[in-house]
């Protein structure tokens, strides 16, 4: 595992699919650190085994096929979603006590910070109105490619985002994504970005200083 830091926060990268159970122990010690003793917020960027999750959300008539594959109860918000390799996911664990005390703020800015990333690549991606989550293409080719979810405890943030970069699509079948059953979902590969794993990762991290700027902006300072 790959450890750096970026203004002066904790950056780490998974080589290897992680445990989904480990993923959120780990998440909890870390955020009860940063909460009771100053540890150092963190960025985890890591894949998981193919797995659903369901949110505090989640409708089980949304649940297709609950044999498929191993299926969690999450304390983000949200509803059902997919996990599995190819699937970037980044794990943020930051302290809003600091950063405004903003939880739409924080659900926006990071919304901001994947599109921009994404755009780097070559992506247009946008937010709608009305639905959580990052979204590309118009008409009969809009689809989702990444999911934003995210739990706060005593104002230190917990889970966060996941962009579809090669997964196996099919895999999506087994839930209704997000609960939207009326749009796709696609991928950087669908989209003929191929092997973009790492220009993601590096594009989260070059556009890692605006989603920072754009908590700042809402805090008053004395």
């Known amino acids: 595992m790959d450890h750096s830091s970026l203004s002066g926060i904790e950056w780490r990268h998974a080589e290897n699919p992680v445990d989904y159970a480990a993923a959120v122990a780990l998440m909890e010690e870390r955020v009860a ?5 100053g540890a150092p917020e963190l960025v985890w960027l890591l894949e998981h085994p193919a797995l659903y999750t369901a949110g505090t959300s989640a409708d ?25 390799p190819g699937q970037r996911i980044g794990y943020v664990m930051l302290d809003l006590e600091k950063r405004g005390r903003d939880i739409r703020r ?17 992506v247009s991606a946008r937010q709608e109105p009305g639905r959580i989550g990052i979204w590309t293409g118009h008409g009969p080719d809009e689809a989702k490619i990444g999911a934003i979810g995210v739990r706060v405890r005593r104002w230190v943030t917990m889970h966060g985002f996941a962009v579809n ?6 895999h999506f079948g087994g839930i209704v994504p997000c609960g939207i059953a ?17 220009l993601l990762d590096q594009a989260l991290k070059n556009n890692f200083e605006g989603f920072l700027s754009a908590l700042d902006d809402g805090v008053v300072r004395s």
């Open 60 to 84: 089980p008539a949304e649940l297709l096929n609950a044999d498929r594959f191993p299926v969690y109860k999450s304390g983000r918000g949200g509803r059902y979603t997919y996990h599995g």
């Open 106 to 122: 924080y659900v926006n800015a990071m919304e901001q910070w994947v599109i921009a990333s994404l755009g780097d690549l070559g």
């Open 165 to 170: 970069v090669s997964p196996d699509m099919d």
């Open 33 to 37: 650190a940063i909460r009771a003793h």
């Open 182 to 198: 009326d749009y796709g979902v696609t991928s950087l590969e669908k989209l003929g970005l191929v092997n973009a794993g790492g």
